[in-house]
């Protein structure tokens, strides 16, 4: 079955602008969880969404905003963007969440870069 | 905040050998730890997991071992191979959220 598939993989943002993610999970998968990777700060929990609510959200600004649909696609959205938010944006999809012990599986990335 | 870190930030080994990388936890609530890998320009991929009520599980070619007691974590790599050459992650789950080590280099010579 076909994993899971983030687009862009690529963005050059200007600061100031916003950006919208997208992750398609693996079907069947309910729980779709966002990261931020950087070399400074490695990997960092953003939110997780498990049937079109948020249940989970880690230490990021009101910038970072994210939302399910109903087919368990979710988006993450970054305004006002600035240098710092330049990154790897990774999508994990799992069953029904880590929290339950089950494996997450993590898309090849979006590479954002603001300038 | 609890978190999860590496002892070693990057370890070289030769082809054939033998690699153990280590992950220290913190969150004693904790109850499920994952290893994954992760190659230049790819996303995290999924190597082995292990509950909080095992202290060793066994996949191909790779085992963790989990002790509690000291809260440390292990990836054993059995005859290392040039297409193990990555960054290998520690991830600990409490509730919801994984929380994820700085990662190893792991670097495997010819």
């Known amino acids: 079955k076909a994993g899971v598939t983030q687009t862009p993989r690529y963005l050059i943002k200007t600061r100031g602008q916003q950006v919208t993610l997208s992750c398609s999970p693996i079907s069947g998968h309910r729980s779709v969880s966002w990261y931020q990777q950087t070399p400074g700060q490695g990997l960092q929990f953003l939110f997780e969404y498990f049937s079109e609510t948020q249940r989970n959200k880690g230490n990021f600004p009101g910038r970072f905003s994210g939302r399910q649909f109903s087919n368990s696609r979710s988006e993450m959205n970054v305004s006002t963007l600035e240098l710092g938010d330049s990154a790897l944006y990774l999508c994990?999809?799992?069953?029904?969440?880590?929290?339950?012990?089950?494996?997450?599986?993590f898309g090849q990335g979006t590479r954002l870069t603001v300038v | 905040g609890e978190s999860v870190g590496l002892h070693l930030p990057t370890l070289s080994v030769q082809e054939g050998d033998n690699s153990i990388i280590n992950c220290a936890y913190s969150n004693s609530a904790s109850d499920y730890f994952i290893w994954y890998k992760q190659e230049s320009g790819k996303g995290p991929q999924f190597i082995i997991d292990i509950r909080s009520n095992m202290d060793k599980r066994q996949g191909q070619r790779v085992t963790v071992l989990l002790n509690k007691t000291v809260k440390h974590l292990s990836l054993q790599i059995a005859a290392t191979q040039p297409g193990d050459s990555a960054v290998y992650f520690c991830a600990e789950n409490a509730g919801n959220m994984l929380t994820f080590g700085g990662g190893t280099r792991l670097m495997v010579k010819p």
């Open positions: 994990a999809s799992s069953l029904v969440g880590g929290g339950q012990g089950t494996e997450a599986f």
